[in-house]
């Protein structure tokens, strides 16, 4: 069967660690979307990694790790990541790449780059991986499948044409060097021999597993907000980052997913510019931030500080619904903790009306939080096993999101390590 761990808000809801523990029941993992822009931090027996491209079931020896046809897949950075978790002493994973995957160009992360410096004060607040342009040129039939590689002619046939009309852009728009269609052609060759050994016909592969009983979960980057269609349009990433996607990215029937696992933060965060109604400032963010996470709120792939905010019931049971929500992974629990009272967005404000429904982006602008306060459970949760343990206004708190956001909360994140969880029979 197939099962996917997504998230329900803005990303960084802890969607790794969900999926690194998930992944001791499972055989395959896959990651189905998005590239080397958003990581993934996970800290288990051989210590704390942030992936990018990988995903998060890589620290077993069981597993499969397979990258999607959806994804950017960025080629280098895929094989440092592998290196590095190597180096750090995981065994060698077994990793395939679907043959219809496209490459992020080395010029797709320069039109990112250089994009964001003509928009100015006007930028996404990207993280330059090259992501954008990269979808850009898929949907415009321009860009290049890891299959692609293995056919010369094609290839410099399609170099050649490709830096054309790159160049005219480049010159003329950005004012900057043009690309050489021979260094270009030498890379994707140097990509070719990297990629080679781990390139299959990934659904292909997965029909197979499946009909070998076989359980493969798979990992979404980002959350319901940042999905083009569904978030916070036009500051959202350019790749669905919906279970429902995850069908189409991997290459299973969608009716083979029968578990959808939201990845609900207990507090809010986000990364990059856009609407962020629930957000908190100053001191009361900066500690929120400090002692959030693990180690603090700060990205794991830029290293920027998040944004901050208490949690959102209308963007969650939103953020939710749209993920086809069987079970609510609720994380980072512990860490709110040291509050006396626990402020909570229940609902918006917008143009003098009252709404627990999530609005489209011009009216989300306007939206002011309505907030309520829960006492704080005062102590410290971690370690504890059963949820009857939990402080009694700490299972309220989590009683009380449920409630509002309307989908069963059935398991409970009080730490980091794949151990620190607490199931609930619902
Ligand atoms: P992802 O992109 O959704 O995988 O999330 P990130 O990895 O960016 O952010 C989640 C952060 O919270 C990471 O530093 C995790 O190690 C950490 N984390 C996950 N679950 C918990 C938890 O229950 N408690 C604490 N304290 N940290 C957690």
Redesign the pocket.
């Known amino acids: 069967m197939v099962k996917a761990v997504v998230?329900a808000n803005w990303?960084?809801?802890?969607?790794?660690?969900i999926?690194d523990m998930l992944a001791k029941e499972a055989d395959i993992i896959v990651r189905f979307q998005g590239g080397a822009n958003?990581?993934?931090?996970?800290?288990n027996n051989y210590g704390?990694f942030?992936l990018h491209t990988l995903p998060?079931g890589v620290f077993y020896d069981h597993t499969t790790s397979i990258i999607g046809n959806g994804v950017a897949l960025n080629i280098p950075l895929l094989f440092k990541e592998v290196q590095e978790i190597v180096s750090k002493g995981v065994p060698e994973p077994k990793i395939l790449v679907s043959d219809r995957a496209q490459i992020v160009m080395p010029y797709h992360i320069l039109f990112d780059q250089y994009e964001e410096e003509r928009l100015g004060k006007n930028s996404f607040g990207s993280t330059k991986s090259g992501i954008a342009p990269f979808y850009s040129d898929k949907y415009a039939k321009i860009g290049f499948q890891v299959s692609e590689l293995f056919d010369e002619e094609l290839l410099q046939e399609k170099v050649k044409r490709v830096c054309e009309t790159k160049n005219v852009i480049l010159e003329h728009l950005y004012h900057k060097p043009a690309i050489n269609p021979d260094e270009l052609l030498e890379t994707l060759h140097e990509y070719r021999d990297m990629v080679k050994p781990f390139v299959c016909d990934v659904s292909l592969y997965l029909h197979n597993a499946l009909k070998e009983g076989k359980e493969i979960l798979l990992e979404g980057?980002l959350g319901t907000l940042k999905d083009p269609d569904h978030g916070i349009y036009p500051m959202v990433t350019s790749s669905s980052t919906l279970a429902a996607y995850g069908a189409i990215g991997a290459g299973v029937p969608p009716y083979e997913i029968k578990q959808v696992i939201t990845?609900c933060?207990a507090y809010s965060s986000a990364v990059g510019a856009g609407a962020f109604v629930s957000e908190i400032f100053g001191e009361e963010a900066d500690e929120l931030r400090r002692r959030?996470?693990?180690?603090g709120e700060f990205?794991?792939t830029t290293g920027r500080p998040r944004r901050m905010g208490w949690f959102d019931c209308v963007a969650s049971k939103y953020g939710c619904r749209l993920q086809g929500t069987t079970d609510v992974a609720f994380?980072?629990?512990?860490?709110l903790g040291y509050l006396d009272e626990i402020p909570v967005c229940t609902a918006y404000k917008v143009n003098g009306e009252i709404t627990t429904e999530f609005p489209t982006t011009a009216l989300l602008e306007k939206a002011e939080p309505v907030i309520e306060k829960l006492p704080g459970w005062k102590c410290d949760i971690r370690g504890i096993k059963n949820y009857e343990d939990l402080p009694e206004n700490c299972r309220k708190y989590i009683e009380f999101v449920e409630e509002k956001i309307g989908y069963p909360i059935t398991m409970v994140?009080?730490?980091?390590g794949r151990d620190?969880i607490i199931y609930r029979n619902k």
């Open positions: 998230g990303g960084d809801e802890g969607k790794g660690k999926t958003a990581g993934h931090t996970i800290v704390k942030a998060s980057q990845v933060k959030g996470g693990d180690g990205g794991a994380t980072v629990l512990d860490v994140s009080n730490g980091p620190d």
